[in-house]
Nanobody, 119 residues
Framework: QVQLVESGGGLVQAGGSLRLSCAASRSIFNINAMGWYRQAPGKQQRELVARITSGGRTNYADSVKGRFTISSDNAKSTVYLQMNSLKPEDTAVYYC???WGMGALSDAWGQGTQVTVSS
């Protein structure tokens, strides 16, 4: 059983920065991709914020391009999200996700960390 623990959330003013971290409780082999999702207040769906593959390919939601940067340390089974120029609409619970395996894939989710951006 893999557990993911997020940290780094909090309250920040608009224009500020936060760095989220997500570490696995044990080493994960054959990582396929790691990503960050968020669920805004009043919304039922989580949306993809950023994703990075084991090969280093990244993709971002249009709303965060140029402001957020995802990075990972596969050897430590850790993923980061650097968030700059934060906006009130970035307020959400942020969840990390890891996808791994060969053939049949497994995934795990973190418990979520709250990010609140005040105007």
């Amino acid at each position: 059983q893999v557990q993911l623990v997020e940290s780094g959330g909090g309250l920040v003013q608009a224009g500020g920065s936060l760095r989220l971290s997500c570490a696995a409780s044990r080493s994960i082999f054959n990582i396929n991709a790691m990503g960050w999702y968020r669920q805004a207040p009043g919304k039922q769906q989580r949306e993809l914020v950023a994703r990075i593959t084991s090969g280093g390919r990244t993709n971002y939601a249009d709303s965060v391009k140029g402001r957020f940067t995802i990075s990972s340390d596969n050897a430590k089974s850790t993923v980061y999200l650097q968030m700059n120029s934060l906006k009130p609409e970035d307020t959400a619970v942020y969840y990390c996700n890891v996808l791994w395996g060969m053939g049949a894939l497994s995934d795990a989710w973190g418990q979520g960390t709250q990010v609140t951006v005040s105007s």
